[in-house]
């Protein structure tokens, strides 16, 4: 099983800064990770597909990078509604285990 | 514009049957550019993959769970099933219904999520 740690759990900010949150593989995974989107209450939202895709209707002050095991999500001017719980996923083999989360909260 | 919605019940007693069931609708799930799948948080925890259906009716599942649980389709109802059996209070969970994107044949990402359903594992 592949095992995706992400940091920091908690990432405090002001809005207008830049977010860096981390999602580190203990395998490669090629080009197979996303990203989610989750706020109090609801379901978890697309964010980012194929390590750097945006999804529908994401703006594109967010970000995807990286290869190997190593992944970013950089969001570049933080808004209001930005501040939320993001988990990454991995696809490249099954079980399609999920992050752990990185709460990103107002400063 | 496509819609998941779980129903099912949200109390279930240990070890009994949980059973939940995802209507598609704005979109039919025997498309072959897809897989439909469960996923579960406990509260306030992080989010795991259960396992996924395509519309033929083959099955992919996580192997924590394998042993207990069953996804089933129904292409004329539009509708996929879970079923989780001999429960605990560990299974106490958030169960999301969600749309498996596939490119080239292989899993990609779950695109369209439901709202969720939460299922409390009690006497």
């Known amino acids: 099983e592949i095992v995706l740690t992400q940091s920091p759990g908690t990432l405090s900010l002001s809005p207008g800064e830049r977010a860096t949150l981390s999602c580190r593989a203990s395998?490669?995974?090629?080009?197979?990770l996303a990203w989610y989107q989750q706020k109090p209450g609801q379901a978890p939202r697309l964010f980012i597909y194929?390590?750097?895709r945006r999804a529908t209707g994401i703006p594109d002050r967010f970000s995807g990078s990286g290869s190997g095991t190593d992944f970013t999500l950089t969001i570049s001017r933080l808004e209001p509604e930005d501040f939320a719980v993001y988990f990454c996923?991995?696809?490249?083999?099954?079980?399609?285990?999920f992050g752990q989360g990185t709460k990103l909260e107002i400063k | 514009q496509l819609q998941l919605q779980e129903s099912g019940p949200g109390l279930v007693k240990p070890s009994e049957t949980l059973s939940l069931t995802c209507t598609v609708s704005?979109?039919?799930?025997?498309?072959?550019?897809?897989?439909w799948g469960w996923i579960r948080q406990p509260p306030g925890k992080g989010l795991e993959w259960i396992g996924n259906?395509?519309?033929?009716?083959?099955?992919l599942y996580n192997p924590s769970l394998e042993s207990r649980v069953t996804i089933s389709v129904d292409t004329s109802k539009n509708q996929f099933s879970l079923k989780l059996n001999s429960v605990t209070a560990a299974d106490t969970a958030i169960y999301y219904c969600?749309?498996?994107?596939?490119?080239?044949?292989?899993?990609?990402?779950?695109?369209?999520w439901g709202q969720g359903s939460l299922v409390t594992v009690s006497s």
């Open positions: 969600a749309r498996h994107v596939l490119r080239g044949g292989l899993p990609d990402e779950f695109d369209q």
């Open positions: 259906i395509y519309y033929s009716g083959n099955t």
């Open positions: 996923q991995q696809f490249r083999i099954s079980p399609f285990t």
């Open positions: 395998q490669s995974l090629s080009d197979s």
């Open positions: 194929g390590v750097s």
């Open positions: 704005g979109g039919s799930i025997s498309s072959s550019n897809f897989y």
